[in-house]
């Protein structure tokens, strides 16, 4: 049985983004190692970390838009899982799993040869180079 609930966290981004993403990370109870970023309802990622820790990444977000909790997971295959932070349950779940793996697979200019048959993609292929609502789920 799931007990966990959809919740919605809001975030100031108008601070360092290091910042930013430590709030999120602590906020959402992420491990230090775990990778993640947010991404819009189309399924575009922000890329958090691919900016410098000091820098303000306020013009990256609309002011009240929606933007999702995304954990990528690099399984030891090297293949890497798209995980909204969402209820399984919830519609949004296997629709932001796919815009989002077709956002990396456009992102990284990969071709279908480079993903797997359950859908993950392959790590080597991943580019490590006002408010805004943040849904979760704990």
Same mark, same amino acid.
């Given at each position: 049985?799931?007990?966990?609930?959809?919740?919605?966290?809001?975030?100031?981004?108008?601070?360092?983004?290091?910042?930013?993403?430590?709030?999120?990370?602590?906020?959402?109870?992420?491990?230090?190692?775990?990778?993640?970023?947010?991404?819009?309802?189309?399924?575009?990622?922000?890329?958090?970390? *691919?900016?410098?820790?000091?820098? !303000? #990444?306020?013009? =990256?977000?609309?002011? $009240? /838009?929606?933007?999702?909790?995304?954990?990528?997971?690099?399984?030891?295959?090297?293949?890497?899982?798209?995980?909204?932070?969402? *209820?399984?349950?919830?519609?949004? !779940? #296997?629709?932001? =799993?796919?815009?989002? $793996? /077709?956002?990396?697979?456009?992102?990284?200019?990969?071709?279908?040869?480079?993903?797997?048959?359950?859908?993950?993609?392959?790590? *080597?292929?991943?580019?490590?180079?006002?408010?805004?609502?943040?849904?979760?789920?704990?």
């Amino acid at each position: 049985m799931d007990i966990c609930t959809e919740k919605t966290l809001l975030v100031n981004p108008n601070c360092p983004v290091r910042i930013m993403l430590e709030f999120i990370r602590k906020k959402c109870r992420l491990a230090i190692t775990t990778q993640f970023d947010l991404c819009d309802e189309s399924g575009v990622m922000k890329n958090l970390f *691919s900016y410098p820790t000091f820098q !303000y #990444v306020t013009q =990256q977000f609309e002011h $009240k /838009k929606i933007y999702y909790l995304i954990v990528i997971k690099v399984e030891t295959d090297k293949m890497i899982s798209v995980l909204p932070q969402l *209820s399984r349950d919830n519609k949004l !779940y #296997v629709e932001l =799993q796919t815009k989002v $793996k /077709k956002y990396i697979h456009g992102y990284s200019g990969l071709d279908s040869s480079q993903h797997t048959s359950s859908g993950k993609l392959r790590s *080597s292929m991943i580019d490590k180079n006002h408010h805004l609502s943040l849904h979760t789920h704990r």
